[in-house]
């Protein structure tokens, strides 16, 4: 079956970097969907990056656009999340997930396959 597992989450200073490993298995991912997500206490899931397997423009929202880079590593069944200018309030449980798609979408609801989390803590 799918498995997405994420690595890289830790505690860093504001203004600070972080990049987020997710390592892909079980399928061939061709026609899917890749994401990131983040989830803080007391807070919806919500989306802050996609990209289609295949390549293509990404999805960033807002809250993350300019200093948010997703990609992937094809021959490596990876997707990563380069985080930089990291602020106290991207502090959040961060999930790597899956959807067989042709297009970017970003309800959570949405995905089929999710990762176990990986906590990011961003101090001042």
Excluded: H
């Excluded at 990049?19 to 969907?33: D, E, I, Q």
């Excluded at 293509?56 to 948010?68: C, E, H, L, Q």
């Excluded at 069944?77 to 985080?83: D, G, P, S």
């Amino acid at each position: 079956q799918v498995q997405l597992v994420e690595s890289g989450g830790g505690l860093v200073q504001a203004g600070g970097s972080l990049r987020l490993s997710c390592a892909a298995s079980g399928r061939t991912f061709s026609n899917y969907v890749m994401a990131w997500f983040r989830q803080a206490p007391g807070k919806e899931r919500d989306i802050v990056a996609a990209i289609k397997w295949s390549g293509g423009i990404p999805f960033y929202p807002d809250s993350v656009k300019g200093r948010f880079t997703i990609s992937r590593d094809t021959a490596k069944n990876t997707v990563y999340l380069q985080m930089n200018s990291l602020k106290p309030e991207d502090t959040a449980v961060y999930y790597c997930a899956a959807r067989p798609s042709p297009v970017i979408t970003t309800p959570s609801i949405l995905y089929d396959y999710w990762g176990q989390g990986t906590q990011v803590t961003v101090s001042s």
